[in-house]
Antibody, heavy 117, light 108 residues
Framework: QVQLQESGPGLVKPSETLSLICTSS????????WTWIRQSPGKGLEWIGH???????NYNPSLKGRVSISVDTSKNQISLKVRSVTAADTAVYFC???????????WGQGTLVIVSS | SYVLTQPPSVSVAPGETARITCGGN??????VHWYQQRPGQAPLLVIF???DRPSGIPERFSGSNSGNTATLTISRVEAGHEADYYC???????????FGGGTKLTVL
């Protein structure tokens, strides 16, 4: 059973870069694909981006090229960076495993990131 | 891009059956997955590939998908089922997931 845990700063200043890490336990991350999803307060789920097990990435166009996702297989970690953040990036950020590419069968507990000066 | 439409809220009495719909253009041709999200918690997969249940999800959760509507059905609803429920498909044309807006299930 895969367990995921997000970590990173809970407060980021506007215009800076949001950096989060998702650590996986219970198996090697190299055999799976991974997704970051966020949820603004009181809102629904918003897909941020995806990294396939071959390293290919795909990002939500609405984030206008501010996002990057990578994996560190030696540490079993998936990282997320969102550049030039604004208050609109305030949200709970979840990492999730993508099973068979299309569905998300394991989720981290989520981490709240507030963008504020 | 592909759009999924869910009712914002559904209310049912304890012991009754809740049906939560997810509308999309020819959604019957896609695989639909459903997630339960209790307050302050991460989403939990409760139905995948339209009607399959992950291990540990009780039989009272079921799903169907045809035409332009997919449906999540929860039978014998109890207070513990109060949560937000999201449907999700994979949009192959853009190669990314699409979520419905979510439905808040209230047990009266």
């Amino acid at each position: 059973q895969v367990q995921l845990q997000e970590s990173g700063p809970g407060l980021v200043k506007p215009s800076e870069t949001l950096s989060l890490i998702c650590t996986s336990s219970g198996g090697s991350i190299s055999s799976s694909s991974w997704t970051w999803i966020r949820q603004s307060p009181g809102k629904g789920l918003e897909w941020i981006g995806h990294i396939y097990n071959n390293g290919t990435t795909n990002y939500n166009p609405s984030l206008k090229g501010r996002v990057s996702i990578s994996v560190d297989t030696s540490k079993n970690q998936i990282s997320l960076k969102v550049r030039s953040v604004t208050a609109a990036d305030t949200a709970v950020y979840f990492c999730a495993r993508a099973a068979a590419t299309s569905l998300f069968d394991s989720w981290g507990q989520g981490t709240l990131v507030i963008v504020s000066s | 891009s592909y759009v999924l439409t869910q009712p914002p809220s559904v209310s049912v009495a304890p012991g009754e059956t809740a049906r939560i719909t997810c509308g999309g253009n020819n959604i019957g041709g896609k695989s639909v997955h459903w997630y339960q999200q209790r307050p302050g918690q991460a989403p939990l997969l409760v139905i995948f590939y339209d009607s399959d249940r992950p291990s540990g999800i009780p039989e009272r959760f079921s799903g169907s998908n045809s035409g332009n509507t997919a449906t999540l059905t929860i039978s014998r609803v109890e207070a513990g089922h109060e949560a937000d429920y999201y449907c999700q498909v994979w949009d192959r044309s853009s190669d990314h997931p699409v979520f419905g807006g979510g439905t808040k299930l209230t047990v009266l």
